[in-house]
């Protein structure tokens, strides 16, 4: 399905079942407007895989979804890729009720999105290998997630998320699950952010509530100029700064804000650059140390 230079007052949906399989429909949407939803594929209790949605200098109103489906199962490359354009709702690649989530891939450029952006978005389940990347002066005026839980003991595991010359307003996981029950994982997912600011904190794999669940093996990335805030090692096993060459420009230089973690060890940071870039790694291991103590 292709829309151009229109506006519409409707949602726009590429395939659509109540039961059965929606797969591989595709939207694209071009200098136009959108009062209501945009979805790639849309399904009751189906399941929805390699849909797409593209829009690029466009307006829309209602979330995007790459696939979505109420209480079906989404996975396998569900897209959604957005340029120079403004919208109002969410953004997901897949969403579902319950069961899994599966390596939906969500790309934003030079675009403002006014709530939360997530590769995968699941109520109860599984949120695995999802990808989000949002670049070139984009907004995000919510959260951005990677793979996010709403509750239960699934995995929210190997998510990606990856922004560049952009601004979000709220926090950025990688792997998260907001209100965990018994065992669960938010372990090796990564989180790399290049010449940005993220108002909230930066975190590679949490996990509110549960018993007996880890988050272990993330990764935290920060590199150029960003201002962001750092929770601590109790959500990312490994946080690598990337400092540019010492200059007198103060709009190359990273600022962190450091929180300490409530358990577990400080926050490391690797690098293996010049001497001088390591003394300044040493001081702020020291500093870390100290404020946690």
Do not use: W
Not at 50 to 63: D, L, P, R
Not at 156 to 162: C, K, L, M, R, Y
Not at 171 to 181: A, P, Y
Not at 284 to 293: A, D, N, P, V, Y
């Amino acid at each position: 399905m292709t829309i151009s230079d229109s506006t519409l007052s409707s949602y726009v949906v590429g395939g659509y079942a109540g039961t059965g399989t929606v797969d591989s429909n595709q939207v694209t949407i071009s200098g136009s407007t959108v009062s209501d939803f945009v979805a790639g594929g849309y399904a009751g209790t189906a399941t929805v895989n390699s849909n797409q949605v593209t829009i690029s200098g466009s307006t829309v109103s209602g979330s995007v979804s790459g696939g979505y489906t109420r209480g079906g199962t989404v996975d396998n490359n569900n897209k959604v890729t957005i340029s120079d354009s403004t919208l109002s709702s969410y953004v997901v690649g897949g969403y579902a009720a319950t069961g899994t989530v599966d390596s939906n891939q969500v790309t934003i450029s030079g675009s403002t999105v006014s709530r939360f952006v997530a590769g995968g978005y699941i109520n109860t389940g599984i949120a695995n290998s999802n990808q989000v990347t949002i670049s070139d002066s984009s907004t995000v005026s919510a959260n951005v997630y990677g793979g996010y839980i709403n509750s239960g003991s699934g995995t929210a595991d190997s998510n990606q998320v990856t922004i560049s010359d952009s601004t979000v307003s709220g926090h950025v996981l990688g792997g998260f699950i907001s209100s965990g029950s018994g065992t669960g994982t938010a372990d090796s997912n990564q989180v790399t952010i290049s010449d940005s600011t993220v108002s909230g904190n930066v975190v590679g794999g949490y996990l509110r509530g549960g018993t007996g669940s880890t988050a272990i093996y993330n990764t935290v990335t920060l590199r150029g100029a960003v201002t962001s805030t750092l929770p601590g090692a109790v959500n990312s096993t490994a946080v690598t700064v990337e400092l540019p060459a010492m200059t007198s420009s103060p709009a190359t230089r990273c600022t962190l804000t450091t929180t300490p973690a409530t358990s577990g060890a400080p926050a490391q940071l690797h690098s293996a650059e010049s001497p001088t870039l390591k003394f300044l790694i040493s001081l702020f291991r020291l500093l870390l140390r100290m404020e946690i103590q």
